[in-house]
């Protein structure tokens, strides 16, 4: 069973910075895609960023020029580096990976983002 583990996330001031890990049990070369979802307390859980297996990467528009999704492959690892980040960016981060055996959440990170 595929479980992945986020970590990284914590509290922040605005304009501070955090990087998101996510680690996989197994190599991340079997997914076709993975990516970061967020949830934010009384709102739908919504996508940050994701990137597919061909190399297509998407952001949502809010983030575009601040976060970054990466991944390194040898040690089955995504990341999410966060960068000039707002109030508007809290909420709980998920980790997300796909293949044809299934899709796969990790249990979540909080990230807070306030003076």
């Known amino acids: 069973q595929v479980q992945p583990v986020e970590s990284g996330g914590g509290l922040v001031q605005p304009g501070g910075s955090l990087r998101l890990s996510c680690a996989a049990s197994e190599s991340i070369f079997i997914f076709n895609v993975m990516g970061w979802y967020r949830q934010a307390p009384g709102k739908q859980r919504e996508l940050v960023a994701v990137?597919?297996?061909?190399?297509?990467?998407t952001y949502r528009e809010s983030v575009k020029g601040r976060f970054t999704i990466s991944r390194d492959n040898a040690n089955n690892t995504m990341y999410l580096q966060m960068n000039s980040l707002k109030p508007e960016d809290t909420g709980v981060y998920y980790c997300y990976l796909s293949n044809s055996r299934g899709n796969y959440w990790g249990q979540g990170t909080q990230v807070t983002v306030s003076s």
């Open positions: 990137s597919t297996k061909g190399g297509t990467v």
